[in-house]
């Protein structure tokens, strides 16, 4: 069978992954030097597909620009469908599968992360349904599916009980008899036109669906994620990449790529894995710690120390700070002195507030996230697991201990200020 087209649903707003989702769609979140959609195109690429159909919604204009400019370069026709208002993954797909050409079809969550493009070729040897699964510790934050006899014979959206430790993976293959069912599919109990309930109506009405294991796979739903996903891939560099200017007096160990016009200064300490983006400048005296991600034209200025991170494009870090397994998103300025903590004294696992509900994060260290940007004074100390909305300042001296919103103003004494 010749397959040519696959649908990636890229249109939810990523409420779960705020602050960083204030300035980017989820799926433009970075993985090292490109962004997560153009990796699941990479990846379909890699397995024959020559036709994608995107579904965009959310800032769905910054979503074109990065596909078309990738499919344009691999030679990859694509259709994009407007989903709005966003109603959930069935309405997605509902509204993309009239754009599919072909009698089978791949379907990929934009929101999630697969290593490797095997789990697509294996996905294309089976025939028929096929669902992806992962197996997990805490299933109770996803889709259930249960298994027997090499058929999923139950999909549960977010059980209450226990059921099975496999999760949704959300990559599938289906037949476009789904369309009938999409149409069929009701609103789930959280308002939404949900896909997993879409299966649970086809395999009650006798259709049959595969099961595939997905290893190396994750969520990307949450702030952390960004930090997890980045070293999963960091793991597979292995060795020393240079092509940026490297002052006498560095010292840089293990596998480090460090890309063309940038330049690290003396007295820098870099130890990888880590990746070092285009125009990036280091030092001097910075040290820059295992798992750390710098990308393009962002500044890590003089004895400043950056662990397990993600710093975005076009961040300025001052001198003197600390930033501590943590996310800088793009254009942010950390002033002089700037603390990002990433360990609570208890050191127990940090909890951060996600859709105004805390969440445990799982990590004993972890840090801030600090939304696109953010202007931070001289000597701010930032509170693990605390995040910082888009275009806010935080006012110099200032211990911020608890979330802030988008286009706020936090000054001396804990006063809150809204931009707006």
């Known amino acids: 069978m010749c397959f040519t087209d696959a649908v990636i649903l890229a249109g939810g707003k990523g409420l779960g992954l705020e602050p960083i989702t204030n300035t980017r769609p989820k799926t433009l979140i970075p993985i090292l030097n490109r962004k997560l959609i153009e990796d699941h195109i990479m990846k379909l690429y890699d397995v024959g597909v020559r036709r994608i159909v995107v579904v965009v919604g959310y800032m769905g204009d910054k979503v074109r620009s990065s596909v078309e400019r990738l499919c344009s370069s691999l030679g990859i026709e694509y259709v994009f469908v407007n989903q709005d208002p966003p109603l959930g993954t069935a309405h997605a797909l509902l509204n993309a599968v009239p754009y599919v050409k072909s009698e089978d079809f791949i379907t990929v969550y934009g929101d999630i992360y697969f290593k490797s493009s095997k789990v697509l070729k294996d996905l294309i040897s089976y025939r028929g349904n096929v669902v992806s699964v992962s197996e997990v510790k805490d299933p109770s934050k996803y889709g259930v599916v249960v298994v027997s006899g090499g058929k999923v014979v139950k999909v549960v959206e977010k059980p209450k009980e226990y059921l099975s430790n496999y999760v949704n993976a959300g990559i599938y293959r289906f037949t476009k008899d789904v369309m009938k069912f999409l149409e069929k599919t009701e609103v789930s109990v959280r308002g939404e036109y949900e896909l997993t309930s879409t299966i649970q109506l086809m395999i009650d009405n006798g259709i049959e669906f595969k099961y595939l294991v997905v290893n190396e796979w994750l969520d990307v739903g949450r702030p952390w994620s960004l930090i997890e996903v980045n070293k999963l891939e960091l793991e597979d560099v292995n060795t020393q990449v240079i092509k940026g200017f490297v002052e006498s007096g560095v010292t840089i160990k293990g596998p480090v790529i460090i890309e063309e016009g940038a330049e690290v200064l003396s007295g820098s300490y870099i130890v990888g894995p880590a990746y070092i983006g285009r125009g990036v400048t280091v030092g001097p005296n910075a040290y820059i710690r295992p798992y750390t991600v710098v990308l393009d034209n962002s500044k ?97 001296g200032v211990v911020v201990t608890d979330d802030v919103p988008p286009r706020s103003i936090l000054k001396y004494n804990g006063v809150l200020v809204s931009m707006c």
Not at 300 to 317: A, T
Not at 324 to 332: I, L, R
Not at 350 to 358: A, F, I, N, T, W
Request: glycine share 14%.
């Open 300 to 396: 890590i200025g003089f004895n400043v120390e950056v662990k397990e991170s993600i710093v975005m494009e076009d961040v300025h870090i001052s001198h003197q700070s600390y930033v501590g397994d943590s996310v800088v998103c793009e254009g942010s300025n950390l002033g002089a002195g700037t603390i990002l903590a990433n360990l609570r004294f208890d050191e127990k696992t940090v909890k951060v507030r996600v859709k105004g509900v805390l969440e445990d994060s799982g990590r004993r260290k972890l840090g801030a996230f600090i939304g696109g940007y953010v202007r931070t004074g001289v000597n701010v100390s930032v509170f693990p697991g605390v995040k910082i909305g888009a275009y806010s300042w935080i006012y110099p």
